[in-house]
């Protein structure tokens, strides 16, 4: 009898400030597992674990990631009732060398003729992968799933941002693989030059 992947399984720790999601492919014989916590120096951290649960080793694609990165400078209500008009303002740039993607506005939204340069973003990076192919949005989520490939992307501009990571990893017998992706809000030039400088440390 063919089985199915079982429903996903929620935990928090004590406090509520960490949550756990974890669900098991039966078919694969695998099981993928990813964190939620907040670090007061870094923002968001987000920590995924894959176990392959398999007595041979086991060689997988994988795209993991977060959708609908936010530029900073937009609020709820200009989301919610100009959402395309915000779309275009939107641009998502990578530095390919530190994996660190910065989701900005082109200018400031305001109803006034003037120029209103936009100063500061948010940003997303991420730690434990080596040279994974990147994505700045949902685009090639389609052609990933077809064709099991993506081709990378370093500047989107007018489209929701994303950060995913494209992946081959080579799971030894019960061995798992473990990677984290960072993420940060109202981060100005210095910010993301002192982030930059301590990833590269």
Do not use: C
């Not at 993506?150 to 500047?155: F, I, L, R, S």
């Amino acid at each position: 009898m063919k089985e199915y992947t079982a429903l996903p399984v929620i935990s928090k720790n004590l406090y509520g400030n960490k949550i756990i999601f974890e669900e098991v492919n039966h078919d694969l014989e695998l099981t993928f597992r990813y964190q939620w916590n907040s670090s007061s120096v870094f923002g968001f951290v987000k920590k995924s674990t894959l176990i392959n649960n398999t007595p041979l080793q086991v060689e997988i694609s994988v795209l993991d990631g977060i959708q609908n990165i936010m530029p900073y400078g937009v609020s709820s209500d200009l989301q919610n009732q100009s959402s395309n008009l915000v779309d275009a303002y939107k641009r998502s740039e990578l530095v390919k060398d530190i994996g660190l993607a910065i989701y900005a506005l082109s200018a400031i939204i305001v109803d006034k003729a003037e120029p209103s340069e936009a100063l500061k973003a948010n940003i997303v990076w991420s730690l434990g992968i080596k040279n994974p192919e990147y994505l700045l949005s949902s685009l090639q989520l389609q052609k990933f799933r077809n064709k099991g490939f993506v081709d990378e992307e370093t500047d989107v501009k007018a489209e929701k941002g994303a950060y995913f990571m494209n992946i081959d990893v080579v799971l030894p017998v019960k061995g798992e693989k473990e990677w984290m992706l960072i993420a940060d809000v109202n981060q100005d030039h210095s910010d993301i030059a002192r982030i930059l400088h301590t990833i590269k440390k």
